[in-house]
């Protein structure tokens, strides 16, 4: 069954600081990948999306990810974390004929002053 | 950016009760989708709808559970009976295309069932 990983519950971060958050996916065929931000108490909102080409995409807040077919992974990463930047970020994976998303459990970004 | 409305951000019903969660999704988007996040856990698909049927729905759609978008209105969410399991933050999302594959997603009802 296609299934999203997020092994890390939580991270945290100095303000400042560079980041990567892991996703690894496991899916048959190829795969169409996005990262979504949960902001407290808000609904989720695209931070970027991989459609087959490069593998490195680049998203909004400076944000960019990086596609590995052989790590079957879509890790995310940003060069300088700001505190706006704490809150549960999603990597999901689109599934099936109808566009159905498989999210992972999440990983809960804390920044530190 | 485009956005997706729900209506209302919060609905406490007893169990038993009927409930309706509404969306309002992007004008001109044609697929709609309902998620389901239990509180700290992951968001799970439910039930994906385009030209009023339903494509694709997940084992926790249940029975109770009903969709509809008459003649371009509020796309909804309708659970009865609700039963304690239900509570939940339910997201509603839409996209434009098939091939589009962006889903917008509104901010979410949160439904406690007492």
């Known amino acids: 069954a296609q299934s999203v990983t997020q092994p890390d519950a939580r991270v945290t971060v100095s303000e400042g600081a560079s980041l990567q958050l892991r996703c690894k996916y496991s899916?048959?065929?190829?795969?169409?990948l996005f990262w979504y931000v949960q902001y407290p108490r808000q609904g989720l909102q695209l931070l970027l999306k991989y459609y087959p080409g490069d593998p490195v995409v680049q998203g909004v807040n400076g944000f960019e990810a990086e596609f590995s077919k052989s790590n079957s992974s879509f890790h995310l990463r940003k060069a300088s974390v700001h505190w706006s930047d704490w809150a549960v970020y999603f990597c999901a994976a689109l599934s099936g004929s109808f566009n159905k998303l498989t999210f992972g459990a999440g990983t809960r970004l804390a920044v530190c002053p | 950016g485009p956005k997706v409305l729900q209506i209302p951000s919060h609905q406490i019903i007893d169990m038993g009760q009927m409930v309706t969660l509404n969306c309002d999704p992007v004008s001109n988007h044609l697929y709609f989708y309902w998620y389901k996040q239990i509180l700290g856990q992951q968001m799970e698909f439910l039930v994906n709808f385009y030209n009023g049927k339903v494509m694709e729905k997940s084992k926790l759609f249940k029975d109770q559970f009903s969709v509809e978008r008459p003649d371009g209105s509020y796309f909804t969410l309708k659970i009865q009976p609700t039963a304690l399991e239900d509570s939940a933050v339910y997201f509603c999302a839409s996209s434009s295309l098939l091939g589009g594959y962006e889903q917008y997603f509104g901010p979410g009802t949160r439904l406690t069932v007492l």
């Open positions: 899916y048959f065929g190829t795969p169409y």
